[in-house]
C-alpha cells in the first residue's frame, strides 16, 4: 500500500510540474543602447521617429513611465539588469577594449537563475562585461604605440593573440548556453565571437577609412585587431537573422528559452543601412532608430509565426539615455531624445537613466495598460524569480524588488519606493516617492551645455551648489530647485541614501 501510494504520489507530483513547466513562458529581453525617452512614438507623440513596432509592443503590454537603468552608461547598467544588484555595488565604469570580466563566481545571473529552471539561454548582441582575454594573449605579446588622435596610444595587434583558443569567462561561464556577439561595436577585437571561439581570425589593424562613410557623428572605434572586410553596417542585420534562426530553432523544442537581445544602437557609430535613410525627421541618428524598430519587429513576427507568442514575456528597455549628439540634434531637426526631462548619457539628472520600459505577456498583462509606478531595470531578475517560481537565495539579487504583480495588474502600488542613481564615484541621486535628491554639486556627469539650458529656460537658482532637490511630480524638468525651501526633506534623503549604500534599502 505504501509503495502504492508513493508511485501515486510521484505521478500527480510529475503531472502537476508537467503542466507548471508548459506554462512557463518564454523570456525576451530586447535592450536598446543609447535610446532617449523621448526617441519613441508611445512615449512622445511629437517625436520625428516613427517606432511603429516598439508601438505595437506598447499597445499590446504595459508601457512604464518612471521607469529606470541602474547607471549612466551601459556596463554598469548592463550587469545590474542580469545580477539584481546596483551597479555601483561592485563598479562605476565600462569594460574597457580587451577588459576582464565584471561577474564574481558566486554572483547569481539571471541565466543562470534560469537554467535551474530548465531554460536554454542565449545572448545575442552587444555583451560589453568582459571576458578573460589574457587567456589568449601569446606569452611574448607586447601592446605597440600608433598615433592616435595626435597622441601615441598603446595598442594590441592581431599576431598578439591566439585566435585558435576558446576565450573564457563570457556569457558562456555567467549562465547562457549560446552566445553570438561582436561583444561590443566600437571596441575590438572586430570580428564576430560564436559562444568561445572567433567564427574568422582577426588578421588586420582596424581602420575606419576601409568602411563605408559615417552618416552622423564620429566612428569612435578604438583601436585593435579586426577581421579583413569588416563591415559595421551588418551588425544589426546579421545579429537580427540569428536572432530570427534562434528563435524558430527554439520554439520547436519543449523547453522554455531566455534571449537576451542587445542592440548596439543607436549608439554610436551612428550607421543606419541605406534602406533607412530619411525614415525619421531626426537625421540619421532618427534612421538608426528606425532600424532598430524595424528590427525589433523581425524578432517579435519569428515569435509570432512561431507559435510562442502568447507564451512569450518581452521586455524592452535601454541602458542609459542619449548621448551628447542629442544637443546638435535638436538645433538642426527640432527633436529632443530626452524630452520631456533634463539630461542625456552619464547624467544623473532624470534624462540620463528614466528609459523606454515595456512588458509584454499575453494573458497575464492586460494590453494598452500604461503604469507610473516607479519601476528599475534591478527589479527584472526578481519579478521573473516569482514568475518561473525560483525562490532567490538571500544573498542574490540583493537590490531587486519583485513587480510581477504590478505587471499582471494584482497591484497597482510598486514595491519599490526608492531608486539610487549614479554613474561615477562621487556622484549620486536618490529619489524616493516623488521627491529627487541630487547629493551632488551638479547632475550633469559630463558637461553642461550653457545654450541649450538657455534656450529652455534653465535659471542660474536651478543648478544648485552643494545639492539640488525636486519635486517629480510637479517639476519633471528639473528646473526648480527646492534645497534651500525643503532641507528636512533633503536631509531625510540624504540618511536614506546612506542606509541604501550600506546595504539597508530593502
Keep these: 500500500m505504501e509503495r502504492t501510494f508513493t508511485v501515486l504520489f510521484g505521478f500527480l507530483f510529475l503531472s502537476v510540474s508537467s503542466v507548471f513547466a508548459a506554462e512557463r513562458p518564454n523570456i525576451i529581453i530586447l535592450y536598446g543602447d543609447d535610446l532617449g525617452y523621448g526617441d519613441l512614438g508611445c512615449y512622445n507623440e511629437d517625436s520625428k521617429i516613427p517606432t511603429p513596432h516598439l508601438d505595437q509592443l506598447a499597445a499590446e503590454g504595459m508601457r512604464f513611465t518612471d521607469g529606470h537603468s541602474s547607471s549612466g552608461i551601459c556596463t554598469p547598467s548592463r550587469y545590474a539588469l542580469l545580477t539584481g544588484r546596483y551597479h555601483w555595488r561592485k563598479m562605476h565604469g565600462i569594460v574597457n577594449a580587451f577588459g576582464g570580466s565584471v561577474f564574481d563566481p558566486e554572483i547569481l545571473t539571471l541565466p543562470e537563475m534560469l537554467k535551474e529552471k530548465g531554460y536554454y539561454a542565449a545572448l545575442i548582441g552587444k555583451w560589453h562585461l568582459g571576458w578573460d582575454w589574457d587567456a589568449i594573449k601569446k606569452s611574448a605579446a607586447e601592446p605597440h604605440e600608433i598615433m592616435r588622435n595626435n597622441r601615441k596610444t598603446k595598442v594590441w595587434g592581431p599576431e598578439d593573440f591566439d585566435w585558435s583558443k576558446r576565450i573564457p569567462d563570457g556569457p558562456l561561464e555567467h549562465g547562457f548556453d549560446y552566445c553570438f556577439t561582436d561583444t561590443v561595436i566600437n571596441f575590438p577585437p572586430y570580428c564576430w565571437i560564436e559562444n568561445d571561439r572567433v567564427t574568422a581570425e582577426p588578421t588586420v589593424l582596424m581602420d575606419t577609412g576601409k568602411f563605408k562613410p559615417i552618416k552622423e557623428g564620429n566612428w569612435e572605434f578604438r583601436p585593435g585587431p579586426m577581421v579583413e572586410g569588416w563591415d559595421p553596417y551588418e551588425n544589426i542585420p546579421t545579429t537580427t537573422a540569428k536572432g530570427v534562426e534562434l528563435i524558430k530553432e527554439r520554439a520547436a523544442r519543449e523547453e522554455p528559452f531566455f534571449l537576451f537581445f542587445a542592440f548596439p544602437s543607436p549608439h554610436a557609430p551612428i550607421i543606419p543601412n541605406d534602406e533607412f535613410d530619411g525614415a525619421s ?9 528606425v532600424e532598430t524598430d524595424a528590427a525589433i519587429g523581425k524578432l517579435l513576427k519569428a515569435l509570432e509565426d512561431s507559435g510562442e507568442a502568447d507564451n512569450t514575456l518581452v521586455i524592452f528597455t535601454a541602458d542609459n539615455g542619449p548621448e551628447q549628439y542629442a544637443y546638435p540634434r535638436l538645433e538642426k531637426f527640432q527633436h529632443w531624445s530626452s524630452y520631456p526631462l533634463r539630461g542625456l548619457k552619464r547624467d544623473i539628472y532624470e534624462g540620463g537613466h528614466r528609459v523606454p520600459y515595456i512588458v509584454k505577456w499575453p494573458g497575464k498583462i492586460a494590453p494598452g495598460e500604461k503604469s507610473d509606478a516607479l519601476v528599475s531595470q534591478i527589479d527584472v531578475m526578481a519579478s521573473i524569480a516569482t514568475v518561473v517560481d525560483y525562490e532567490l537565495p538571500s544573498e542574490a539579487a540583493e537590490d531587486s524588488y519583485d513587480l510581477s504583480g504590478l505587471w499582471t495588474g494584482k497591484t497597482a502600488v510598486s514595491a519599490r519606493q526608492e531608486h539610487v542613481h549614479n554613474t561615477r564615484a562621487g556622484g549620486y541621486a536618490i529619489r524616493r516617492g516623488d521627491w529627487v535628491l541630487v547629493d551632488a554639486k551638479s547632475g550633469y556627469v559630463s558637461r553642461k551645455n550653457e545654450e541649450w539650458e538657455s534656450t529652455m529656460g534653465y535659471t542660474a537658482a536651478a543648478q544648485g551648489a552643494e545639492g539640488q532637490l525636486y519635486d517629480l511630480s510637479e517639476d519633471l524638468e528639473q528646473r526648480r530647485n527646492l534645497i534651500d525651501k525643503k532641507p528636512e526633506k533633503a536631509a531625510a534623503l540624504r540618511k536614506l541614501l546612506a542606509r541604501v549604500r550600506a546595504g539597508d534599502g530593502q
Design 281 to 289: 525627421e531626426a537625421g540619421p541618428y532618427g534612421d538608426f532608430v
